[in-house]
């Protein structure tokens, strides 16, 4: 079927009918909600993000303890200093010696 | 013999999430005042007002869903699910998780109502939609009392001074 044949009728709005104001408006406004709608959703997921980062850099958290037999390294231990670096006093954690140790004294021999 | 492990990532989460969600509220009731008020400009239709007034509103409940399941999950604090739901029964700082579950429940109850808004009538959804209006000192309550009491700033949970 040749379908250059087929004649060609107009319905609605196009080339030579002018588009309503309104109809432009509302296709504009809901363009505007689409955008919004994105747009808010990646801000609240960023927000939320950063929200946490600076809850872990400007709070002191909580260390989390797993098993464990001893019953004063409980959850509640804050976690370290503003810096950030874990504390380790409390007896939940290791502690440097305070000097090297020793070597043991050599005996020798005797009988 | 105990091993510790590094600061829960929930714990911070719950916070950043717990964040949000008072920003969106506070952004979706802002933007339903301006729809009642028939706020409009050249460019924004005061239907858009109401569209984002809607999503703001959703966004807000999927993260307080996150909120409540991270401050659920967190091994630190012993929060249980129901706490979250029925106010005031938690041992863990019972007053402010109180004050989060009712903010929480009204928030349910709205868009619960909204949704089904055909079944409820307008009458049911007005008075459940403006509840918030009075329930919205909670939130702000919630998340401003570990870090500061009503004592100590005047927070919105102090009684109004009488004049």
């Known amino acids: 079927m040749n379908r250059s044949s087929v004649p060609h009728q107009d319905s609605g709005p196009t080339r030579g009918t002018p588009v309503p104001r309104g109809v432009i408006a509302h296709e504009a406004g809901l363009e505007l909600i689409r955008r919004v709608n994105r747009w808010l959703i990646a801000a609240a997921v960023a927000a939320a993000g950063m929200f946490s980062l600076l809850a872990a850099h400007?709070?002191?958290?909580?260390?989390?303890?797993?098993?464990?037999?001893?019953?004063?390294?409980?959850?509640a231990s804050s976690f370290g200093s503003p810096s950030g670096v874990p504390q380790s006093g409390g007896g939940t954690g290791l502690q440097a010696p305070a000097h090297a140790p020793a070597p043991a004294p050599v005996v020798s021999g005797g009988s | 013999m105990g091993s510790t492990a590094g600061p829960s990532a929930l714990w911070y989460l719950t916070r950043g999430t717990g964040t949000v969600t008072l920003v969106l509220i506070t952004v979706s009731l802002a933007l339903g005042i301006a729809n009642v008020r028939r706020m409009q400009t050249d460019s924004v239709p005061r239907f858009v007002f109401d569209a984002v007034h809607r999503s703001a509103s959703l966004l807000a409940l999927a993260?307080?869903?996150?909120?409540?399941?991270?401050?659920?999950?967190?091994?630190?604090?012993?929060i249980r699910l129901i706490d979250t739901v029925v106010p005031f029964v938690s041992s863990y700082r019972p007053v402010w998780l109180g004050l989060g579950a009712v903010a929480s429940d009204v928030l349910i109850a709205v868009v619960v109502t909204s949704v089904l808004r055909g079944r409820f009538g307008y009458r049911a959804w007005r008075v459940?939609?403006?509840?918030?209006?009075?329930?919205?000192?909670?939130p702000w309550c919630t998340a401003s009392g570990p870090v500061a009491t009503p004592r100590r700033t005047g927070c919105c949970c102090s009684p109004p001074a009488v004049s």
């Open chain 1, 58 to 75: 400007a709070f002191h958290g909580h260390i989390v303890t797993t098993g464990g037999a001893s019953s004063s390294s409980s959850a």
């Open chain 2, 63 to 78: 993260f307080l869903a996150m909120h409540i399941a991270t401050s659920v999950l967190d091994p630190f604090a012993p």
């Open chain 2, 128 to 138: 459940t939609h403006w509840l918030p209006m009075r329930a919205f000192r909670s």
